[in-house]
């Protein structure tokens, strides 16, 4: 079992201070040199408040948006559309240029 760790203030005021700027909890981690669960536990039970701003992560574009990018050859989506109902259906996406697969001329 592992040993309890004694927490002090200046670990604390660290945490909240850190976490008041915007920082991860990977970020904290780092600098008290403990393991990021450990500062996440920790961080839960002093109620430190902040943390990175969900404004600064883009929102991924709805699936349904007619201007998105298109899926990718394979993707589970649009692949599983194309072979539902078929004798393929249930078989996994294949890139032409995997390894192993022989090139036919």
Do not use: Y
Request: proline share 12%; glycine share 10%; with cysteine.
């Amino acid at each position: 079992m592992p040993e309890r760790r004694i927490w002090t203030d200046a670990a604390d005021a660290t945490i909240r201070r850190m976490r008041a700027d915007g920082a991860t909890w990977g970020t904290i981690a780092a600098v008290l040199g403990l393991s990021r669960n450990t500062i996440i536990e920790r961080g839960r039970r002093l109620c430190a408040a902040g943390g990175p701003s969900q404004a600064a992560r883009p929102k991924p574009p709805p699936e349904d948006e007619p201007n998105r990018p298109p899926l990718p050859a394979g993707h589970l989506r649009s692949w599983g559309l194309l072979i539902r109902g078929t004798i393929l259906e249930g078989t996994p996406f294949v890139p032409l240029a995997a390894p192993g697969r022989e090139e036919r001329r």
